[in-house]
RNA sequence: CCUGUGCAUCGCUCCAUCGUCCCAGGUCUAUGGCCUGGGGAGGAAAGUCCGGGCAGCAUAGGGCACCAUGCUUCCUAACGGGAAGGAGCGCGUUCGGGAACGGACGUGCUACGGAAAGUGCCACAGAAAGGGAGACCGCCACAGGACCGCAAGGUCCGAGGCCUGAACUUGGCAAGGCCCGCCUUCGCCAAGGCUUCGGCGUGGCAAGGAUGAAAAGGUGAGGUAAGAGCUCACCAGUGCCCCGUGUGAGCGGGGCAGCUUGGUAAACCCCACGGGCUGAAAGACCAUGUAUACCGGGGUUCCGUCGCAAGGCGGAUAAGGACGGCCCGUCCGAUCCCGGAGGGUAGGUCGAUAGAGGCGGCGUGCGAGCGACGUCCCAGAUAGAUGAUGGAGGUCCUUCGCAAGAGGGACACAGGACCCGGCUUAUAGAUGCACAGGCUUU
RNA sequence: UGCGGGGUGGAGCAGAUGGUAGCUCGUCGGGCUCAUAACCCGAAGGCCGCAGGUUCGAGUCCUGCCCCCGCUA
């Protein structure tokens, strides 16, 4: 049985490889959300890494800005098993960061709903 | 019992599964995986409004500037915080009184040093808005005269007075004239108030009216032409002195004085007290690594000085720089080469979680607090850990139902980032205590 | 995290040292025109971000909050 596990060396650490990620990787937007995401190596055993962004702009109460991400965090853990093996078939890495743009909270089933939409179409668009 | 106010305490609970950060231990195929155990957000973690710890830099000393505070005593590491008290201003109850008002009690608020050190401002209205000012109406007096009226009295003119507009007088200037030191001018300037013309009735008063937020103590009597603290009595207020009382702010009583001196300092300002500056993005270390600040030596240049010169000595003087606001004052001194020693960015480790710590009862103080004792270890992340799902319970709302109950929904404000003490702001609901009001019962 | 600037009619902005809140554009009504624009005449629209305080009087001064913008790794 598999675990869904998200653990440290899964996140997309660094104030450099993050902003190589935003200048030089390709977005896709759904909704509220958009990802950005780029073929690269990464120093870790992991076959991506992943960050999480909320701005102050849209959500001004910490809590719900805490909220959202850990909703994202929630779904990336427990949908990310698909998508890490078929890039590990094509033996490449790759690091992505999802930013919410939306004003209000929402709630599991829909961020889950358009977080697997999202990533779906960046894989389709990088040919996974 | 209900409602309100204030203070204090709490602020959903439990179970299962999956997931997450830290610590300890173990294990494996070791940038990681797995197992076991333990710990994991708040009363405001927030706003960043104050105060400290801590760190670095600066620091011979003095002055100015700047910032902040402002009744007293105390608490505190400190504070712009807190406690107790004083004074002032309200509110309520009650007592006295015809009322105005005063006393007592309770309760709330207060940036509450100085306006008699100086400066500024006080719009509009109003006569006048601050050298104790000013005269619109008003009140009173005034040589002499005219008019009205039987009279009482009333109305009008205005001598003396004031203004100095014109003439005038005196002086100066300018231009012109001649007999050359005097004269003249529709000329100009300054002064004068003897003369003429012209203009204003003149003087006293601050009681009353009217304006305003505010009009220069209040009431009564004397006094006066009319009046006025002009004088007196009482009251209010100011300053000084004495006595009693309190640690003190003050409070109570008595005496003297000038007899009255607006408001504003959250206007400048004065006084007292305090403040060195910068903040964890502070700062320390590691690996990589070498700009140039620093230190030592040498050369060249500049300035001063000694010397006939070669050259020597010094960096006091000059430009400039440092003492991160300025001044005095103190200190440094341009550039190149060689050697030594070593910075910043990004990464990592520390700082960084045992503390002005929590809990418990005891002692002490009116209280904020303080003291000793016992006991506990309680988040340390760094793109930033607490979430998801299911179930049970609790509280509230709502629908159905006669009821028991059933269904549905909601559970506030809000998330650490170096740490503490306060303040301020947000907050559904629950509990306790005190006070006030209402209703019911005895 | 530390700091700076701002909030005034519908929009953009003035408002020195407290004393009746203004300007331009826009809106509405009327005129001109065959009609529209331009032009001319007139009008409405504000508790000056919120709440307290100082003052006789606050957009302005003081205090506490709310919101917006910018700088700072």
């Known amino acids: 049985m598999t675990r869904y596990t998200f ?3 899964e996140h997309l650490c660094g104030r450099l490889r ?6 030089t990787g390709k977005a896709v937007n759904e909704a509220p959300f958009r990802l950005v995401g780029k073929v690269m190596e990464l ?10 962004s909320v701005p102050r702009r849209y959500l ?3 809590v ?7 909703l994202m965090r929630e779904v990336y853990r427990l949908h990310k098993a698909g998508y890490l093996e078929r ?3 094509a033996d490449r890495q790759c690091a992505w960061l999802i930013i919410y743009q939306g004003r209000g909270t929402m709630d599991l089933a829909e ?5 697997t939409r999202c990533l779906d179409r960046w894989m389709e668009k ?3």
Do not use: C, W, Y
């Open 43 to 52: 120093p870790t055993v992991a076959r991506a890494q992943v960050a999480f």
């Open 126 to 128: 990088h040919g996974f």
């Open 60 to 62: 001004r109460h910490a």
């Open 87 to 89: 890039i590990a078939a």
């Open 111 to 115: 961020t889950q709903l358009k977080i």
């Open 18 to 23: 993050i902003q190589e990620v935003f200048s």
């Open 64 to 70: 719900d800005r805490n909220r959202m991400k850990r």
């Open 7 to 9: 653990r440290k060396h």
